[in-house]
């Protein structure tokens, strides 16, 4: 009888155990299938149920619909060409060109965490065009026409966004300055792309409400969004998820090296009511930045809603930021 009921509790110790590793795991593969995996449109479409409110007021169309919907419209309307790269992980990249007449420069738009250059840059990319700028709206891995499963926060897109500089680069007949222009997600994979080669004709970069890191960012979210103060179990699940199946690591999307290496002259950007990235983001990258710097935060904008709460700044802040570095 005593071997027997050794034997039960044995078996309910590792029941439990079991049991316990299991929602362990469970709750860190929830928060990684739901920030970083990304089974395609279906998927998203799917997913409208999820709509925290910090989404919702961190989009344009919850004040400037009309804006928003018209700069998308005007998008949509013009003929573009597309363009495809491969990644240095293989998948096949896609991009929109929209030259303009007597272009002064490039400029790149690396749009957000799954986002696209049609609505992150719906009320800017107009103004951009008709001020002499050729425009590339890459679509990041895993949005768009983009292949890919997994959004890295930087980690790969930083790689994606030095490619498609070079393969501006390669067109560039005239040598017209380059600039790399993000929001968001793509403002932190800009800042990455920085501290790595990157053609000559690259001039600048353009860094609107980025953050400094996907554990950081990952930290926010936990924090503002499910009120979660201590998440370092949470973030290690989460990291050994994305070594598994993403092949790469959270410390991978990170700006601090890029920052301290790059010499390109940056404006940064960043909305001071934004609770999706917050402004302590943009405020740590400027001071880590050793190039030439200028931050301008606009105030009550919330994510993504800078050019919308004050065009007239942001778009005069640009303009004097391309004829500072245009030569």
Not at 173 to 200: D, Q, R, T
Request: glycine residues 6%; aromatic residues 14%.
């Amino acid at each position: 009888m005593n071997d027997t009921g050794n034997k039960q509790k044995i078996l309910r110790l590792l029941e439990i155990t079991a049991g316990a590793f299991g929602l362990f795991v469970a709750f860190g593969w929830s928060f990684f299938d739901m920030l970083v995996r990304c089974k395609g449109k279906k998927r998203q479409k799917k997913k409208k149920w999820f709509q925290l409110s910090h989404i919702k007021k961190n989009h344009p169309r919850d004040k400037y619909e009309k804006e928003y919907e018209e700069g998308k419209l005007w998008c949509a309307e013009q003929q573009m060409k597309d363009c495809f790269i491969r990644s240095r992980d293989g998948l096949y990249l896609h991009a929109y060109y929209l030259p303009t007449k007597e272009a002064k420069r490039f400029v790149l738009l690396s749009h957000g965490y799954k986002g696209s250059g049609f609505g992150d840059f719906a009320y800017t990319a107009r103004f951009l065009h008709e001020n002499a700028c050729n425009l590339l709206f890459i679509d990041q891995r895993c949005c768009g026409l983009s292949e890919g499963e997994y959004i890295t926060f930087g980690a790969k897109e930083q790689w994606d966004v030095q490619q498609w500089s070079y393969y501006i680069a390669a067109r560039n007949k005239e040598k017209l300055p380059i600039y790399l222009y993000g929001e968001s997600m793509g403002a932190a994979a800009v800042l990455m792309a920085s501290g790595h080669k990157l053609p000559e004709e690259v001039k600048g970069l353009i860094a609107d409400c980025g953050f400094c890191s996907m554990k950081r960012q990952l930290q926010d979210i936990a924090a503002n969004w499910f009120h979660l103060d201590w998440v370092e179990l949470l973030l290690f699940r989460v990291d050994l998820f994305c070594r598994m199946f993403g092949r790469f690591r959270m410390s991978d999307a990170d700006t601090i090296e890029a920052m301290k290496k790059n010499k390109r002259p940056v404006l940064f950007f960043h909305g001071e009511a934004d609770t999706y990235v917050v402004p302590e983001n943009s405020v740590y990258n400027y001071a880590l930045c050793s190039a030439p710097k200028e931050l301008v935060i606009i105030p009550e904008a919330r994510h993504l809603c800078a050019p919308y709460a004050a065009p007239g700044l942001y778009r005069q802040k640009m303009l004097d930021f391309f004829e500072k570095y245009d030569n």
